[in-house]
């Protein structure tokens, strides 16, 4: 589980996270959604301590992550904005890389990695050094990467942007499964379609603020509108940076 | 596995995997500096022995005026050759190194028994003139000498009169430390191994993941980032390590090529130097790891990073300058001071004199010393959020 209480980030003048609160459920998929520099990524950045919030509290599994970072980056598996592979290295090779840095034994690792390139069907890319690839190819490296040390809360900064039809349906059966084995999702997008597919829970972002936080059907009942495209657009005032 | 060293594990076989990282890292910074060594030494070597042994061939002008002494100097080895039509032209144009010119008046002069004057044109600015000159001009002494002496004799007085002083040369330096001051850029070279067989491996770990966005997934691991940077800076240390063993050894079997003893010179380096070498060179290895790491950090891109890096390998050419400038007196003050302790240390074992152990710990304290404040700037650096934000 994963708790935001009051977060605030400035970067200069500009606000980039100004009073964020929400907190992502175990078992439950958070979506994170808001137009173009609303503040997603700077948010989920705090959440995985790459920064440090000029104020506010963030705590995963009850643990303070101002507290102790390395703990709490222990039970996250991140996905961030930035993808970057190791170019010269194989698929397999970067994930066994991360899976090392969590200290996981090889037996475990193996087992894990296994179980990912299955669910992830990147069995035919596993030997191939990762220069070169898909966009889709890219991110499911990314994300098994990420996984690989059985983390209970999963935060994925736009993790279907770039991919095709068929990659998006992947990943979203993906974080389904991931839903169904109890775990604590959390993801960002812009894009309404996907966030109504997927959530059990909407986080809507506007100018480094919470404007909304709901079910998507209580989304659609607060705000009178038939559907969730026409919701979003009423809750953040302005059809700006929509598109998908 | 430890953290440290599975980040130090993968750095190193990912770069091994670059083919521009392997090649001036193990082939281009160490063997760069041995191979041009071997071959400008046998050229200057070359040169100058032919001119030191050989016929020496001057131009005359005026040889029918003192065929006697044409002839006592060609028994010394002059070889003289037809006038020039301009002596100066011919020696300014360097279609000579020397020219002897002797004057219509010479047989009168000498029958009078008057000092008799005969001329040296040269260009003592070109290279490569004195050892002519000198060599002509030993010839004339010689002659000026034995003349002199039958003059003497002729008159019934010893030569002995004559010479009221006699010099007696006694060289201090052995062939080993006459080699050293003609070796003296060695130590350069070793730097310049450790600098170049370290830099794109720095510039790639920091500039070069940040530039592919892969810092930011990496720091995201529960691993402590001073961790992920002991990590990197043992891979560039790897790198800078193989790259001056490679040097060292280059330089030794360089060694075996180089036609030293004709000089009066021996260049050998043992197993003693080399151990000596790698352990006062220690401490210049992980500073230059740290300072580059440092730089690279600071740096926006991978281009930019090694920009700066360009500019940074110009300091270790400053001791080296400084002591061909200037004859410095070794004093222990130097080893305390990094780069300039290794290349006076380098510089005592190639001219064969023994450096004590406290000198080379002074260097090893004083290099680590540095080393750790450079390193703990770079880790707060590292620390820092803007590090691992790549847009």
Not at chain 1, 86 to 92: C, P, V
């Amino acid at each position: 589980m994963i708790e935001v209480k009051n977060l605030h980030k400035a970067f200069g003048k500009v606000k980039a996270v100004d009073g964020v609160s929400f907190t992502a459920r175990d078992g439950e998929i958070t979506g994170l959604l808001g137009p173009n520099g609303a503040g997603k990524t700077t948010t989920l950045r705090m959440l995985y301590t790459l920064m440090e919030p000029d104020s506010g509290q963030v705590l995963v599994d009850d643990m303070d992550a101002a507290r102790d970072p390395v703990a709490v980056r222990r039970v996250l598996g991140v996905l961030p904005d930035a993808r970057g592979l190791y170019k010269r290295l194989t698929a397999g090779e970067n994930i066994d890389y991360f899976a090392r840095l969590h200290g996981i034994d090889d037996t475990t690792m193996h087992a894990r990695r296994e179980a990912l390139v299955d669910a992830l069907e990147m069995r035919d890319i596993l030997e191939r050094r990762t220069e070169g690839f898909s966009q889709g190819q890219r991110v499911k490296t990314a994300i098994a990467r990420a996984l690989v040390h059985d983390p209970k809360n999963i935060i994925l900064d736009e993790p279907t942007n770039g991919l095709d039809v068929m990659s998006t349906r992947g990943l979203r059966r993906f974080m389904q499964q991931l839903k169904g084995e109890g775990r604590c999702v959390l993801f960002s997008s812009h894009i309404m379609q996907e966030v109504a597919a997927l959530c059990d829970r909407i986080v809507v972002i506007a100018r480094g603020r919470v404007v909304a936080d709901d079910t998507p059907d209580a989304l659609r009942a607060q705000t009178g509108a038939t559907n969730l495209e026409d919701a979003f657009v009423k809750i953040i005032g302005s059809e700006e940076g929509l598109a998908a | 596995m430890n953290a440290i060293l599975t980040v130090w594990w993968k750095e190193v076989k990912e770069n091994l995997r670059d083919k521009r990282t392997v090649m001036s890292a193990l082939i281009y910074a160490p063997l760069f500096g041995p191979i041009m060594f071997v071959v400008l030494m046998n050229v200057q070597i070359n040169h100058e022995l032919s001119k030191a042994e050989g016929p020496l061939k001057v131009p005359v002008v005026g040889a029918q005026y003192a065929p006697n002494l044409i002839n006592a100097l060609k028994q010394q080895g002059l070889d003289p050759q037809p006038a020039p039509h301009d002596p100066e032209a011919a020696v300014r144009d360097r279609d000579a190194d020397v020219v002897l010119q002797i004057p219509s008046d010479y047989g009168k002069t000498w029958r009078a028994g008057e000092p008799a004057q005969v001329e040296l044109i040269y260009d003592a600015s070109q290279t490569g003139t004195s050892t002519p000159r000198e060599r002509l001009e030993g010839m004339l002494k010689n002659y000026i000498r034995e003349q002199g002496a039958m003059r003497l004799v002729a008159r019934g007085l010893s030569p002995g009169i004559a010479t009221p002083l006699v010099i007696g040369d006694r060289d201090q330096s052995t062939p080993q430390s006459r080699s050293g001051l003609v070796f003296g850029i060695l130590p350069y070279f070793f730097v310049i191994a450790i600098f170049v067989g370290g830099m794109y491996l720095a510039i790639d770990l920091t500039a070069g993941e940040r530039e592919r966005q892969s810092l930011e997934p990496l720091f995201a691991n529960p691993v402590a980032r001073w961790r992920i940077l002991a990590g990197k800076l043992g891979a560039i240390g790897a790198f800078s390590l193989a790259s001056l063993v490679l040097c060292v050894i280059g330089f030794a079997v360089a060694g075996h090529f180089m036609p030293a003893e004709k000089l009066g010179m021996s260049f050998d380096l043992g197993a003693a130097f080399i151990g000596k070498v790698l352990l006062l060179e220690l401490p210049l290895l992980v500073l230059f790891a740290v300072l580059q790491t440092l730089v690279a950090a600071f740096a926006k891109s991978y281009r930019e990073a090694q920009t700066y890096l360009s500019l940074l390998m110009i300091l270790p050419i400053v001791p080296s300058m400084l002591m061909s400038f200037m004859p410095v007196k070794p004093a222990t003050w130097m080893y305390a001071v990094p780069l300039l302790g290794q290349q006076i240390g380098i510089s005592e074992l190639l001219r064969g004199r023994a450096i004590g152990m406290d000198d080379i710990g002074i260097a090893l304290v004083c290099g680590f010393a540095a080393t750790l404040l450079v390193g703990l700037v770079t880790a707060q650096i590292y620390r820092s959020e803007r590090l691992a934000i790549s847009a």
